[in-house]
């Protein structure tokens, strides 16, 4: 069975620091990884996604991640952020067979930008 | 550019009340998924649909039902709500393929009293 770990319930940083958000998962075959933010009290958007290809992905809202395949890892970073960046982040992955099409979603990580 | 619509953002109802959420997504997907999202917790499935009339229990089914009359639309059901089904409830519709983004509704925030 396909999962996803994010090790850090909160994340604080301060704005204008860079900032890391932290996935790893565990997949049968190539994974398909994503993630979304979440806004209070609304649905889940997407921001960027892993397919093939290079490593490093670019994606919404000047947000990138890095995949790595030996450490199953696949990190949201941000070079400097934002107060408005603050917001629930949630990393998913789909396999590429079978069942496993369904996505699986990470507990979440809050990420808290202090002014 | 709306995709997919929950039609109701809050909900309060008693305990022991039968409930429907509804949700209806304009791309023409044929699968519809059902999560619950809980503090510390995540994203728990609940039920899901590859088809209509189609269904299949994901995680956490105990307590809930789903119907899928028309493609469009995926209806979650709580048969008799209990307190601790008070939760934000999220429809999600991803495209078959699986190197694709999932596209999510609102949300509905739902208090059982």
């Known amino acids: 069975a396909q999962s996803v770990a994010q090790p850090e319930d909160q994340v604080n940083v301060a704005e204008g620091n860079p900032l890391t958000v932290k996935c790893t998962y565990s997949v049968s075959g190539n994974p398909y990884l994503f993630w979304y933010v979440q806004y209070p009290n609304r649905g889940l958007q997407f921001l960027l996604k892993?397919?093939?290809?290079?490593?490093l992905v670019k994606g919404s809202y000047g947000f990138e991640a890095e995949f790595n395949k030996s450490q199953t890892s696949f990190h949201l970073k941000k070079p400097s952020a934002l107060v408005s960046d603050s917001a629930l982040y949630f990393c998913a992955v789909r396999g590429p067979t079978g069942g496993s099409y369904i996505p699986t979603f990470g507990r979440g990580t809050s990420l808290i930008v202090h002014p | 550019d709306v995709k997919v619509t929950q039609s109701s953002r809050y909900l309060v109802k008693r305990t022991g009340e039968k409930v429907f959420l509804e949700c209806v997504q304009d791309m023409d997907h044929e699968n519809m998924f059902w999560y619950r999202q809980d503090p510390g917790l995540g994203l728990r499935l609940i039920y899901f649909?590859?088809?209509?009339?189609?269904?299949e229990k994901g995680d956490i089914p105990e307590g809930y039902s789903v119907s899928r009359e028309k493609k469009e639309r995926f209806s979650l059901i709580l048969e008799s709500a209990s307190t601790n089904q008070t939760s934000m409830y999220l429809c999600?519709?991803?495209?078959?393929?699986?190197?694709?983004?999932?596209?999510f509704g609102q949300g509905t925030r739902l208090t059982v009293v």
């Open positions: 649909s590859y088809d209509v009339k189609m269904k």
């Open positions: 999600a519709s991803p495209p078959p393929q699986p190197n694709t983004e999932a596209f």
């Open positions: 892993y397919i093939t290809g290079d490593n």
